[in-house]
């Protein structure tokens, strides 16, 4: 995104050229420009500022508010998935050292 956002900015490729490259539509990607170029860093959420580097977070600021919360839940899905996972994981591997001690008795 950053080579994408410098060649508009200094004039090197037009929205069109830019929002080509990167697979949006020409709104979509002027939308992502102005956002981006506010840089309103407060309208990220807390808990993407947590998981992204802070030299990154700029480029969060070019997604609408929207597009960040639909972020955070599939973040949090993803999130609950992955505990669920490990959880289920711990547990086997407890009742498998469990069953192992029992054995040796």
């Known amino acids: 995104m950053k080579i994408a956002i410098d060649c508009v900015a200094k004039g090197y490729a037009t929205h069109e050229q830019v929002a080509e490259f990167v697979g949006l539509s020409t709104e979509n990607w ?6 981006f170029q506010e840089g309103n860093l407060d309208r990220i ?6 998981l992204v580097p802070a030299r990154d977070l700029r480029f969060l600021a070019g997604f609408t508010d929207e597009q960040l919360h639909g972020l955070v839940r599939a973040l949090d899905s993803s999130l609950q998935e992955q505990l669920g996972n490990l959880l289920w994981r711990a547990f086997s591997v407890w009742e498998y ?3 192992q001690a029992e054995a040796r008795r």
């Open 30 to 35: 002027k939308q992502y420009y102005e956002n």
């Open 45 to 50: 959420p807390k808990v993407l500022k947590t």
């Open 97 to 99: 050292q469990v069953k």
